[in-house]
């Protein structure tokens, strides 16, 4: 497991495939507080795939909270990103960089996980 965590635990949940089934339930389990997005990501998705008859935006719907599911069943790693979420606000120019930076890395190491390591 190359995900970024501080403290060494393990996840909180196996990573979930990208299915709706399983994403549902997975954001249900670290991030249930992010359903409503989901859901409403998930319309946006469908309406965007009838639109453009194409199974791509449903493809990077899966992608995206795949992406949000392996942040979130890590507590440290999912508490670092939400840091820096908050520093990029900072009135400090050194403090907005490395926060940037530290988020970059979190997504970025999370989105080589869910695409398969």
Do not use: C, K, N
Not at 76 to 86: D, K, N, V, Y
Not at 88 to 114: F, L, Q, T, W
């Amino acid at each position: 497991m190359t995900m970024p965590y501080a403290d060494g635990t393990a996840p909180l949940i196996p990573r979930p495939e990208l299915t709706l089934p399983a994403l549902r339930q997975a954001v249900a389990t670290v991030a249930p507080s992010r359903l409503p997005e989901f859901f409403e990501d998930l319309q946006r998705a469908f309406v965007r795939a009838g639109d453009e008859d194409s199974v791509v935006p449903i493809r990077m719907f899966y992608r995206e909270w795949g992406v949000v599911v392996e942040i979130e069943r890590y507590p440290e790693t999912a508490r670092r990103l939400h840091a820096a979420e908050q520093a990029v606000s900072d009135p400090d120019p050194a403090v907005r960089d490395r926060a940037i930076r530290e988020a970059g890395d979190i997504v970025r190491a999370a989105h080589h996980e869910v695409a398969g390591g």
